[in-house]
């Protein structure tokens, strides 16, 4: 999963599993991209989570193996 910081704010990601473990966080600086590498990660769903300066947004990840 390939993820863009195309704003001039730098965001945080988070994944976070369906039990509320938060599995990995990340600080993307403007402009850069950050690949998100789930191969470790066993089947199921997870959220992404995308904040910033103006705002959270939430996502989900299916993991099928």
């Known amino acids: 999963v390939l993820f863009e910081n195309g704003n001039n704010s730098p965001l945080t990601l988070e994944v976070v599993d369906m039990t509320g473990n938060v599995l990995l966080t990340e ?3 403007n402009g850069s991209k950050y690949s998100l ?3 470790s990660y066993v089947s199921g769903t997870y959220t992404v989570v995308i904040r910033s300066e103006s705002g959270i ?3 989900q990840l299916s ?3």
């Open 63 to 65: 993991v099928v193996k």
């Open 37 to 39: 590498n789930v191969s």
């Open 57 to 59: 947004q939430t996502r």
């Open 27 to 29: 600080t993307l600086t």
